[in-house]
């Protein structure tokens, strides 16, 4: 499979070159979100395949996001997996709790990264 659309939602810009690049080196269309807003700017313009979602975001957290986009219709079935350096004992549970698909934690590993996500399809 190739041209998967994600989405990454994180407010940190080194976070979302480092995943398009490595994304987009194994053929997934890739839009990026700094925040809450543009995600949901994003997610109407163009539903995404898959998202990954950072917990701690500027504004709204990410399980706030993960929840709304669950609330949505159209989009309630949208695979979202957290995307965060959280890595605490429970967290992953937490996140699976607020309806994440999985978990993918920070730092990135750059020879697994875009075959963990494919993973979530």
Not at 12 to 21: P, R
Not at 82 to 100: K, N, P, S, V
Request: charged share 25%; glycine share 6%; hydrophobic share 50%.
């Amino acid at each position: 499979m190739a041209g998967e659309r994600v989405l990454v939602v994180d407010d940190n810009e080194l976070n979302l070159e480092l995943a398009q690049y490595l994304l987009e080196a194994d053929g997934f269309v890739v839009d990026r979100a700094l925040h809450v807003d543009e995600a949901w700017a994003r997610l109407r313009a163009c539903r995404p395949d898959i998202a990954l979602v950072d917990i701690q975001l500027p504004g709204a957290d990410g399980l706030s996001l993960v929840r709304a986009i669950r609330a949505t219709p159209d989009l309630a079935d949208l695979p979202l997996v957290a995307f965060t350096a959280y890595a605490m004992q429970g967290d992953e549970e937490r996140f699976r709790a607020a309806g994440c698909d999985g978990y993918l934690s920070k730092p990135i590993d750059v020879y697994t990264f875009a075959a963990s996500v494919r993973g979530y399809l």
